[in-house]
């Protein structure tokens, strides 16, 4: 069965400045899909980016990008610019191709901002 | 307007009552979801339905019984609730078959046992 683990409970930034949030997954598959959610205390789940796993190039959405190294089963996610506005829980998912639909998350990553 | 629509967003009851939650989403989608959220915020699917019929259904106990009146429309009924039941419940839907597709979800209803 699939996991996915996020490493840091908590993660902090001062505003304007970057922090990249850390995931790691396990599979056996050798294609499947990659999303980090957003959840703000409005309790709202956002999709922020995805990524394929046949693709090599990191998606990007203007200031979130992603570093995914498949071998390493890693999908980190970089936020440049930091604003007050993105505090929230990350939530990092994995969908397979082969059992499509549900998402398998991790325990999350609680991110606050400071001015 | 709403993509996904939960009601109620809060639902407070006591123990050993029954009670729904309603999902509809307008998107056109023909797979529906309910995850759930616990109190240290880890999320598990629990059920999923593909033009409605039953696709998973992940060792829920059969306390838990969704109804899936057509492809908009993902009810979740709850009976004999029980205190470890309090949770966020949230609806999901997506295109169903291809994986790429993101999945919409609602705002989430809380479900407090007393």
């Known amino acids: 069965a699939q996991t996915v683990t996020q490493s840091q409970p908590e993660m902090s930034v001062q505003e304007a400045e970057t922090v990249t949030l850390s995931c790691t997954y396990d599979?056996?598959?050798?294609?499947?899909?990659l999303f980090w959610y957003k959840q703000p205390p409005s309790r709202q789940m956002i999709l922020v980016i995805r990524?394929?796993?046949?693709?090599?190039q990191n998606a990007t959405e203007n200031r979130f990008s992603v570093n995914f190294q498949k071998a390493a089963k890693s999908f980190s996610l970089k936020i440049s610019d930091s604003q007050l506005g993105d505090a929230a829980m990350y939530f990092c998912?994995?969908?397979?191709?082969?059992?499509?639909?549900?998402?398998?998350f991790g325990t999350g990553t609680r991110l606050q901002v400071f001015p | 307007d709403t993509a996904v629509s939960q009601t109620p967003k809060y639902l407070v009851t006591q123990m050993g009552n029954d009670k729904s939650i309603k999902c509809e989403q307008n998107?056109?989608?023909?797979?529906m979801y309910w995850y759930k959220q616990d109190s240290k915020k880890f999320l598990k699917i629990m059920f999923s339905?593909?033009?409605?019929?039953?696709?998973i259904n992940e060792t829920v106990p059969n306390r838990f019984s969704p109804k899936s009146p057509d492809k908009a429309h993902l009810n979740l009924h709850i009976n004999s609730l029980e205190l470890g039941d309090s949770a966020v419940y949230f609806c999901?839907?997506?295109?169903?078959?291809?994986?790429?597709?993101?999945?919409?979800f609602g705002d989430g209803t809380r479900l407090s046992i007393l």
């Open positions: 999901a839907s997506s295109r169903g078959g291809t994986s790429n597709q993101p999945q919409h």
């Open positions: 599979t056996s598959e050798s294609d499947y899909y």
């Open positions: 990524q394929e796993a046949y693709k090599q």
């Open positions: 998912a994995y969908r397979s191709l082969v059992v499509a639909d549900k998402l398998i």
């Open positions: 998107l056109g989608h023909d797979t």
């Open positions: 339905y593909n033009n409605k019929e039953l696709i």
